[in-house]
């Protein structure tokens, strides 16, 4: 085949038509990404919304590596809530179901005292709201009723308990969710907020 | 009516019922079953599978003369997967609710036999506005069926309505896999059941129409023979 023959063949056509459509496309992709872009700061601020319904300040908290990992779970951040004092946990709870399965949740910690002059004390939860989550298939069947398990349970909080998703003895968790590997990981999500702040805040054990 | 309203009127008809993606032609069901566990949910992915349908059908359509025949399906695939990561990018920055919600079934709109289908059978044959047409209809039968289904799902396992609660109950089944199955045959059970019924009546109509009444045959004079 000579080469006038081959631009002139269906095969260089075929070609030169997708080369041109991915070309026009990945154009129009890259232009529309700079536009539409949510940034990291939106999206916090999404989260920030959408977890107190209107605008508050929060300041990050800076932690070590060591102080971010633990047993079942890790902080990805910790905020401090101008407004009302608070600490703002957003944390990601393992032992989800298939291979790696997690949950990754907000969570409030209501205290007393300060950091600062060393009498801050745990009180409850005020708020636990869903963030994302890895390879958890029946995420949809937790409404908010499973979270408000976590908000309603200030005694086993402050006494320095922690949530277990198959306790069938306290009765927290029914199984109406029929998801007890995602239920377990969201525990850890919680847990982990809590032995962050008992050990990180508070000085104290997990 | 004219010809042309006539010819449009026909292309919805099909979109919508004869040709109905979800009950007649059974396709997307993958997006069907997973997003339909609440009445939102559902409108959302079909609206959002009604805008893909449409921006894809006529770049296609516009496209059909310049894709050679041999690289059509690649071809396609790429206009699709353009438009559905155009839609993830509208939708996660202005309405982030649905975008979260929707998760990983957003993407999968590539995937959709629905899309591929109407781009393979319709677009690539038919003019512009005809595609644009056939876009909007088999994305609205599509968005129609969902919604029902996503009704029927929430109402029986939440005891809601497009997200408000209205009854304090809840079968914890039609939230399910499961659920969703049985919803589904039973929605395409009914939805064959009734359209066979009125396409029938359709026939009979047209039959009665078409038979000539006997007439009486005209009366022969006998010629008087002297």
Known sequence: ?206 | MNASMKKYGKIAYDGLITNNATFKLVLGTCATLGMSTSAVNSFGMGLSVTVVLLLSNVIISLLRKAIPNAVRIPAFVVIIATMVTLLRMVLEKYIPDLYDAMGVFLPLIVVNCVILGRAEAFASKQPVLDSAVDGIFTGLGLTCALTLIGIIREFLGSGSFFGMQVMDFKIGFFTNAAGAFFVYGICIALFVFFTDRVDRAKRVKKAQLLRVPAQPLPAVEEEEVN
């Open chain 1, 1 to 206: 085949m000579t080469v006038k023959a081959f631009f002139k063949s269906t095969a260089f056509k075929s070609l030169a038509v997708l080369i041109a459509i991915v070309l026009v496309a990945g154009a129009l992709l890259a232009v529309c990404n700079d536009l539409l872009y949510v940034s990291d700061e939106e999206r916090f601020a999404r989260s920030l919304a959408k977890i107190y319904g209107s605008e508050v300040t929060a300041t990050e908290v800076e932690l070590t590596d060591e102080e971010r990992a633990y047993q079942n779970g890790s902080v990805d951040a910790v905020y401090y809530v101008e407004e009302d004092g608070n600490y703002l946990f957003h944390t990601t709870g393992t032992g989800g179901y298939g291979s790696g399965g997690t949950v990754t949740l907000w969570t409030i910690l209501t205290c007393t005292g300060s950091r600062e002059d060393g009498d801050l004390a745990l009180t409850g939860i005020e708020k636990v709201v869903y963030d994302s989550n890895s390879g958890q298939t029946l995420m949809a069947n937790f409404g908010d009723a499973f979270y408000a398990v976590f908000e309603d349970a200030d005694e086993l909080v402050a006494g320095g308990g922690n949530f277990s998703a198959t306790d069938a003895e306290d009765g927290l968790f029914n199984l109406e969710t029929g998801a007890t590997y995602t239920s377990t990981a969201a525990c850890n999500a919680v847990n982990t907020a809590l032995a962050c702040f008992r050990t990180v805040f508070m000085g104290g054990d997990a």
